[in-house]
């Protein structure tokens, strides 16, 4: 069957940050824009994200008179990132993201508000920032969207009821049995569901808000974009990419890029066979959060295209746990909140459980051995954690599906040693795990993992616990475990690009009308993650760039 043929200036694969960010600028610079996605739904990763955008030295930290500079956002990336990175690609992100933010905010719909008091992930160390540098969209009403609303992918969690509350505010509701603001942001945020449903508003938040919002400004710039269209292969001539081809709805077509191709269709996270050639073993599909669609297939043709690879061993780790027959939920805040710890398989602690995410799974994976399994760890909890705080989608207080004791995705125990033996654990190495552990919640200072010593461990954590806001001795049956697995939000590695978003080969000479953005891309951040939304915010601003570049060209 011959492929049908389609021309345009700048092809973006794939519809999350990236793409939809890439192709707004394009379009904005007089191209001739196209969106193709894999799957049938829009959004990728971004839309099932809590929609984070981390990025030094913007506009809003100014007016709220937060001081930041781009001599200390590079001191930070230092001192985390390092030089696992090139310094020009680093040097691209802190110069530019500002100005995405900005002209996303003067030229779309696209707009952002502060998350206060979300603290860089390090802000101890050189440039750090206990105050934050992450945005996250304001809400979006999805019925803007008209039918389009019917095909943004799902968040890859839901509040019961159909309710929506921002990242700003799920930290506070998580406080909403112990403090005054968690109380509040409550009641808020029912009221305005209450209200929505009045009026017929369908208040999107988070990842669905941003994802939402940029699928909106390319309907009002006239952008198409296609679902049910996949890269099959990328086209070359001379040594340039001047198109790919594709399959929509199972026919062949050919769509050629006058000005560029960029590669935006996420990472590997559901391919096992790469998983398991590039990741750390154990591994699984089955532990990511990631979009489904997210299966290499844009590395796998940049790289039978010439072009290399890096940071293909990384990814952006969380601790999961995997009910049975349901997707996977990322743990986040109920690592930081009082009353629970982590524990390997030999029933002992080994990291401070309110580290970000990432650092979990990096121990997780450092210190896994047939002789100390790390995987899976299991997140111990008592009844007064369960009284007061979130754990997943289950508010205190609300009785935890019954199904969820059944099928062995949570234990439940009258005493700790019992809880060891259910979990195949040794009874009194358990015992005297969390009676140290106790010690140390009453004493308000945890001597092994420093537990509740940083600005960003304290912001998951109670303020009303004294004398630590993140640590509550495990005192009250029953006793709760879940498994946790080493989940992730996307994989890391991908394309090596240049500072404009322009793919090299592994003689570092560039690929012509080839880019790469998002988690298609070797990510800028190397083995860190410095911030909330340190995925996005990258994955946008290296679209845009990519864009611009395209434009120029």
């Not at 960029?262 to 391919?271: T, Y």
């Not at 009910?323 to 909140?337: A, L, Q, T």
């Not at 880019?515 to 298609?520: Q, V």
């Amino acid at each position: 069957m011959n492929a049908q043929e389609w021309v345009v200036d700048l092809l973006a694969v794939g519809s999350g940050g990236a793409g939809m960010t890439a192709a707004l600028v394009g379009k904005s610079l007089g191209l001739e824009a196209l969106v193709i996605e894999k799957t049938a739904f829009f959004g990728g990763s971004t839309a099932r994200s809590g929609g984070g955008v981390w990025v030094p030295n913007h506009y809003l930290l100014a007016q709220d008179g937060v001081v930041d500079s781009l001599e200390n956002a590079r001191l930070y990336l230092r001192h985390t990132v390092g030089e696992r990175t090139p310094a020009k690609l680093q040097e691209a992100y802190l110069a530019h993201a500002p100005r995405m933010i900005e002209w996303l905010r003067d030229h779309t719909c696209v707009q952002f508000q502060r998350m206060p008091g979300y603290s860089d992930y390090y802000p101890e160390r050189p440039g750090g920032l206990a105050a934050g540098r992450s945005l996250e969209p304001v809400p979006f009403n999805g019925r803007e969207l008209g039918a389009e609303l019917a095909y943004l992918r799902k968040p890859m969690a839901e509040a019961p009821g159909g309710l929506a509350f921002t990242a700003s505010e799920y930290q506070k509701i998580g406080m909403v049995m112990t403090t005054g603001a968690g109380k509040q942001t409550a009641l808020r945020a029912g009221l305005r569901f209450a209200r929505h449903l009045l009026t017929g508003v369908r208040c999107l938040t988070m990842g669905q808000a941003l994802a939402g919002r940029l699928r909106r400004a390319m309907q009002l710039a006239g952008i198409p974009l296609w679902r049910n269209t996949a890269l099959q292969e990328l086209l070359l001539e001379g040594g340039r990419v001047v198109g790919v081809l594709a399959q929509r709805d199972g026919q062949p077509l050919r769509i050629l890029a006058r000005k560029g191709v960029i590669l935006a269709a996420g990472g590997f996270s559901h391919n096992l066979a790469l998983r398991q050639q590039y990741l750390p073993q154990p591994t699984s599909i089955e532990w990511s959060v990631a979009c489904p669609g997210n299966t290499g297939d844009a590395i796998q043709a940049g790289l039978r295209g010439g072009a290399a690879v890096d940071l293909m061993e990384d990814a952006w780790w969380g601790p999961s746990s995997c009910p049975p027959n349901e997707p996977p939920f990322f743990h986040v805040g109920e690592r930081g909140y009082p009353g629970g710890i982590i524990v390997n398989g030999l029933g002992q602690r080994f990291v401070n459980e309110s580290a970000p995410y990432i650092d979990v799974v990096h121990a997780m994976y450092r210190r896994h051995s047939p002789d100390t399994p790390h995987i899976p760890v299991y997140f111990i909890f008592d009844q007064h954690y369960r009284a007061h705080y979130l754990f997943g989608m289950s508010f205190p207080l609300a009785p935890i599906p019954s199904r969820y004791f059944k099928n062995g995705y949570i234990h439940r125990a009258a005493s700790i040693p019992e809880l060891a033996r259910q979990l195949g654990l040794d009874e009194a190495r358990l015992a005297e795990t969390v009676a140290r552990f106790n010690s140390f919640a009453h004493a308000g200072k945890d001597l092994d993992y420093a537990r509740g010593d940083s600005a960003y461990d304290n912001y998951y954590g109670d303020p009303s616990q004294r004398p630590n806001p993140n640590l509550g001795a495990l005192e009250q049956p029953p006793f709760y475990a879940v498994a946790f697995w080493p989940g992730d939000l996307g994989t890391k590695g991908g394309l090596v690009t240049d500072e404009w978003g322009r793919v090299l080969r592994t003689d570092g000479s560039v690929i012509q009308g080839l880019f790469a953005a998002g988690n298609s891309m070797a990510s800028v951040m190397g083995s860190s993650y410095p911030g909330a939304g340190a995925t996005i915010g990258p994955a946008m601003t290296f679209g845009f760039l990519a864009a611009e570049c395209a434009a120029r060209e």
